[in-house]
């Protein structure tokens, strides 16, 4: 569907055609270069703005999928969270060396919470298999 263009972008390629034939009408050949590269310079402008209003309109239209809100936790939850992350590192008998494999448990951990799931044995088990398939 073809969307008619914002009034900032009709202004650009008004003031484009403006400077276009302000070259046409230029006396030396300076001048008409001038006013060329001010008309290029309208025309990148106004598809520099038509970009960031076609992105804008897709980011806040319902094509993008958007995470469930995130809820809080509250602070005995995270007793929960500590208890999933000593089982997935005995479980996978993790040595504390192992800095980016254990900050990737953590992370996965706690997005799962803050994402709504509650039930600790699915969050223990959704992170096993994504840590047993890198």
């Not at 034939?21 to 038509?50: N, P």
């Not at 936790?73 to 192992?98: M, T």
């Not at 706690?110 to 992170?127: A, F, M, N, T």
Request: charged share 35%; proline share 1%; with cysteine.
């Amino acid at each position: 569907m073809l969307k008619r263009p914002s009034e900032q972008i009709l202004t650009c390629h008004q003031r484009a055609a403006a400077c276009s034939d302000k070259a046409d009408a230029a006396g030396t050949a300076d001048l008409r270069q001038f006013w060329l590269d001010q008309e290029v310079r309208w025309i990148k402008l106004a598809t520099q703005l038509d970009f960031s209003e076609r992105l804008d309109a897709f980011v806040k239209s319902s094509a993008l999928a958007e995470r469930p809100a995130r809820r809080e936790v509250e602070r005995e939850g995270f007793d929960a969270l500590l208890a999933i992350y000593n089982r997935v590192c005995s479980a996978l008998n993790l040595h504390l060396e192992d800095e980016h494999l254990a900050r990737t448990i953590a992370r996965d951990i706690i997005e799962d919470v803050l994402d709504g799931e509650d039930d600790s044995e699915k969050i223990y088990e959704r992170v096993m298999r994504a840590v047993t398939r890198s």
